[in-house]
């Protein structure tokens, strides 16, 4: 009995530990960003490291806010918006198609599709951008969104979806009347809110936060992203850390708030994605 709890308790105490080293290297970080936003050039390369500032200093913030910020929250937002719906509509249509509809060979179809997420993104940069440059949207906020729409991974998870609906309810939207859009429109769509709320907050933190592609298809600053702009703030011969991190904690709170409001559904989601009845 006794090993019994030794055991039980042995086992919680490893398993808080381990949360506990989670937490502190995900706040970590985090915490020195927010800190260094608040410090002068001086504090930040200070030795030994001085973790909080002597005063809360906003000149940081103030030369971010300089730097016409504002464009680039407006790009960023169109950017997130354009993927996330679009990877939303395709996902899910091309799910639905996948986990519902009998056509030849879809299986051997999927499996292909899904075969390709062995392909590393970096490979795929140099004809992305060859199809970008002949539609003509090079340097254009579509240059950045029409290449993420289409995400294999979010097909996956909705096809795992859908295949948890029972039959029952398609047999009934048949009798009713629904073509097979309507039955995924009114009937899948509608019930699949959890994951669809999920889905959109990992695709909106994913195209916030991209680097790489705008870095690479946008290069005018008229249609540069925060994640762009924040990279491009040392300059050539400065390397103004402060500043890096005001526009980092600049940039990420709109994300905190997303999260936190599309938690719940992330949670769900992640319970039940991959069940079937």
Known sequence: MNSRIVTKYGNKLITYALLLLGIYVMLVPFMWMITTAFKTLPESTRLPLQWLPDSLYLGNFR???????????????????GITVGQIITASL???????LKFPFHNALFFIILSMLLIPPQMTLIPRFTMTVNLGIVNTLWGIIAPGVISITMTFFMRQVFLTFPNELEDAARIDGCTPFQTYWKIAMP????????????????????????????????????????????????????????????????MIIIFIIGQKYFVTAITTTGLKD
């Open 94 to 100: 091309a799910g639905y198609a996948f986990a519902r």
């Open 63 to 81: 030369e971010i806010f300089l730097m016409d910020v504002g464009l680039f929250y407006r790009n960023t937002v169109l950017v997130t918006i």
């Open 191 to 254: 019930l699949s809110t959890s994951m669809l709320v999920s889905m959109a907050v990992l695709v909106a933190l994913f195209a916030w936060n991209d680097l790489l592609w705008p870095l690479v298809v946008a290069s005018p600053n008229r249609v540069r992203v925060l994640s762009v702009f924040i990279t491009a703030i040392p300059g050539e011969f400065s390397f103004r850390i402060p500043v890096m991190m005001a526009g980092g904690v600049i940039a990420v709170i709109p």
